[in-house]
């Protein structure tokens, strides 16, 4: 195989990666957010924006590389992307912004800290909300012609974007709560408890509802699964899935092993994101076309990925660190100031 076959697989996977790892990561911050609501007063919202603070910023980076990634090496999936998906995107930056501000304005607020703890909330759930619309819409597949995109600016729209949305903030408001029993203890520990076990049966159903919508949808991705005898060896993921939901919802409903209900849903996190990959694979955009028609030419991907041979052991590094250093459960008296 030559370099035009191999790097366009390369990157995608390194995009991939860099998906994931932000929706692992940065999913429980927005997650805790999603969540603000619920907390029953200043001080415990204090408590549950302390848990992430020292960490949450440094997981924007698998935002930017993912973005810059697609960028880059396939340009003109980029295109194709930002044309048809502006509005859901404009909208998730916005809310990035307001959520980001909002965390470090309100530590130092005094008469406006609810004001700001409302910012934190709204700019979370209106980021959580488009990156799933973006989701759906991506899982739909785009208008297309000649490699351009046709659509209007309304394309994205649809009742299975709308329900991925929803299926999203959902699905971060479990990563937050399970956050919380991992790092925390008493009355908050209690609270996030009280919230998983609801939101793991939540999460569950949007999962079945949007894995029964698919063969509905003008879309190569159910064909993916089912022709060829694909589904025989594609087969492992959903079934992972659903032994995972299962040891989640006892994870949820025992007292006791803190670590497990967030480890569980980030395995639940990165099947469906599997399961995902898998399906739309080889397109980058569905729903026709290929890493390989979007790539970059060999030389630019390839001068590129000198770059990331550096960039990601160090992006993963300081990763790695500052979880490693900030470990531990945080008490409801510890302060980010």
Request: aromatic share 14%.
């Given at each position: 195989?030559?370099?035009?076959?191999?790097?366009p697989?390369?990157?995608?996977?390194?995009?991939?990666?860099?998906?994931?790892?932000y929706?692992?990561?940065?999913?429980?911050?927005?997650?805790?957010?999603?969540?603000?609501?619920?907390?029953?007063?200043?001080?415990?919202?204090?408590?549950?924006?302390?848990?992430?603070a020292?960490?949450?910023?440094?997981?924007?980076?698998?935002?930017?590389?993912g973005?810059?990634?697609?960028?880059?090496?396939?340009?003109?999936a980029y295109?194709?992307?930002?044309?048809?998906?502006?509005?859901?995107v404009l909208?998730?930056?916005?809310?990035?912004?307001?959520?980001?501000?909002a965390?470090?304005?309100?530590?130092?607020?005094?008469?406006?800290?609810?004001?700001?703890g409302a910012?934190?909330?709204?700019?979370?759930?209106?980021?959580?909300?488009?990156?799933?619309?973006?989701?759906?819409a991506?899982?739909?597949?785009?208008?297309?012609?000649?490699?351009?995109?046709?659509?209007?600016?309304?394309s994205?729209?649809?009742?299975?974007?709308?329900?991925t949305?929803?299926?999203?903030?959902?699905?971060?408001?479990?990563?937050?709560?399970?956050?919380?029993v991992?790092?925390?203890?008493?009355?908050?520990?209690?609270?996030a408890?009280?919230?998983?076990?609801?939101?793991v049966?939540?999460?569950?159903?949007?999962?079945?509802?949007v894995s029964?919508?698919?063969p509905?949808?003008?879309?190569?991705?159910?064909?993916?699964?089912?022709?060829?005898?694909?589904?025989?060896?594609?087969?492992?993921v959903?079934?992972?899935?659903?032994?995972?939901?299962?040891?989640l919802?006892?994870?949820?409903?025992?007292?006791?092993?803190?670590a497990?209900?967030?480890?569980?849903t980030?395995?639940?996190f990165?099947?469906g994101?599997?399961?995902?990959?898998l399906?739309?694979w080889?397109?980058i955009?569905?729903?026709?076309?290929s890493?390989?028609?979007?790539?970059?030419?060999?030389?630019?991907?390839?001068?590129?990925?000198?770059?990331?041979?550096?960039?990601?052991?160090?992006?993963?590094?300081?990763?790695?660190w500052?979880y490693?250093?900030?470990?531990?459960?945080?008490?409801a008296?510890?302060?980010?100031h």
């Amino acid at each position: 195989m030559d370099m035009a076959t191999v790097l366009p697989v390369v990157w995608f996977g390194v995009i991939g990666f860099g998906v994931l790892m932000y929706v692992l990561l940065d999913g429980f911050v927005l997650g805790l957010g999603i969540l603000a609501p619920f907390a029953e007063d200043e001080h415990q919202l204090d408590h549950m924006m302390n848990t992430a603070a020292p960490i949450w910023d440094g997981n924007e980076t698998w935002l930017v590389l993912g973005g810059a990634g697609l960028l880059a090496a396939f340009p003109k999936a980029y295109a194709v992307v930002l044309s048809a998906l502006y509005l859901p995107v404009l909208l998730m930056l916005i809310a990035l912004v307001f959520r980001g501000v909002a965390f470090e304005f309100r530590f130092k607020a005094r008469r406006a800290k609810p004001a700001w703890g409302a910012a934190f909330a709204l700019g979370s759930m209106f980021a959580a909300f488009a990156q799933g619309v973006i989701l759906g819409a991506l899982v739909e597949g785009m208008p297309m012609q000649g490699g351009k995109y046709v659509g209007g600016a309304f394309s994205w729209f649809s009742p299975f974007s709308m329900l991925t949305g929803v299926a999203v903030l959902f699905g971060y408001a479990l990563l937050g709560a399970t956050w919380l029993v991992l790092k925390t203890d008493g009355r908050m520990q209690q609270v996030a408890r009280g919230l998983t076990r609801p939101l793991v049966l939540v999460v569950v159903a949007f999962m079945g509802l949007v894995s029964a919508w698919l063969p509905f949808l003008d879309s190569r991705i159910m064909a993916r699964w089912f022709e060829s005898g694909n589904f025989w060896w594609l087969a492992p993921v959903p079934l992972l899935a659903l032994l995972n939901a299962f040891a989640l919802w006892r994870a949820a409903m025992r007292q006791g092993g803190d670590a497990a209900p967030f480890v569980l849903t980030l395995c639940f996190f990165a099947l469906g994101f599997a399961g995902l990959v898998l399906g739309i694979w080889p397109n980058i955009v569905p729903p026709a076309m290929s890493i390989w028609d979007a790539a970059s030419p060999p030389s630019s991907q390839g001068f590129l990925l000198v770059g990331l041979v550096v960039l990601l052991p160090a992006i993963l590094g300081y990763t790695f660190w500052s979880y490693r250093v900030f470990r531990g459960k945080v008490a409801a008296d510890a302060g980010y100031h």
